[in-house]
C-alpha cells in the first residue's frame, strides 16, 4: 500500500500550489515573484494559450503580449522565423517551434517565450504528420526547449487544451530546473 508522503516524493516533480490548481496561475505567481515577462506565439492553440494566461487576475504584471502565427508566412514576417527552416523541417517541427520562442521573446523584450505548433486536423501536416503532432517550446534567458507531443485526440477543442497545458507544464518544467540549479 502506497502512502500519501510517498506519492509526494515520488512526484515532487510534477506538482505546484496554485490557486483552486490553476497551472496558468501557477506560472504567473512564480514569474511575478522574479519580475520576469512572458510572451507567447501560437499556432495550433490559436491563442488559447494567451487566453489561458490572461484569464488569470493579475496577469499583466507578466504577460507582455502574444502573436497568432498561423500560417508560414506570418511565422516569417512576425517572428522572424526562416524560410529556410519552414522549407526543410516543415511548420511542425522542432525547429520551427524553437524559433517561434525565440522570436517572440525578441521581438516582445520578454524574459521568456512559450511556442506552439502542431497539426490540428482534420487532415495531416504539410510533412505528413498525423493529427494530433505537436510541438510546445520554451525560451527562458535566451535558452530554448522544444517538447513533442503527440495526443490521440481527433477534435480540435481537445487537442487545443492539451496543447496548451502542455507548453505550460514546460515552463513550470524549466523554472524547476533553473530553480533546482541555483540551489
Keep these: 500500500q502506497v502512502r500519501a508522503e510517498e506519492v509526494r516524493q515520488r512526484f515532487a516533480r510534477e506538482q505546484f500550489d496554485a490557486p483552486d490548481g490553476c497551472l496558468a496561475a501557477h ?9 520576469w515577462t512572458l510572451a507567447t506565439a501560437e499556432s495550433v492553440t ?12 493579475g496577469a499583466s504584471a507578466v504577460f507582455r503580449e502574444g502573436w497568432v502565427t498561423y500560417s508560414s508566412k ?8 526562416s524560410a529556410s527552416d519552414l522549407d526543410q523541417h516543415g511548420a511542425v ?35 505528413g504528420e498525423p493529427v494530433g503532432t505537436c510541438w510546445v517550446a520554451c525560451c527562458l ?10 495526443t490521440s485526440f481527433t477534435d480540435r477543442a481537445s487537442l487545443r487544451a492539451y496543447t496548451v497545458n502542455a507548453a505550460l507544464n514546460l515552463l513550470r518544467d524549466e523554472l ?5 540549479a541555483a540551489r
Design 46 to 57: 490559436g491563442g488559447r494559450l494567451s487566453g489561458r494566461l490572461t484569464d488569470v487576475p
Design 27 to 35: 506560472v504567473i505567481a512564480r514569474l511575478a515573484a522574479r519580475n
Design 141 to 150: 534567458g535566451g535558452k530554448v526547449r522544444a517538447v513533442q507531443i503527440q
Design 93 to 127: 517541427s522542432e525547429t520551427v517551434a524553437c524559433a517561434m520562442a525565440r522570436g517572440a521573446a525578441s521581438k516582445s523584450g520578454a524574459d521568456c517565450a512559450l511556442a506552439t505548433t502542431g497539426v490540428a486536423g482534420p487532415g495531416q501536416g504539410d510533412r
Design 74 to 81: 506570418a511565422k516569417q514576417q512576425r517572428l522572424d522565423v
Design 176 to 180: 524547476n530546473q533553473l530553480e533546482a
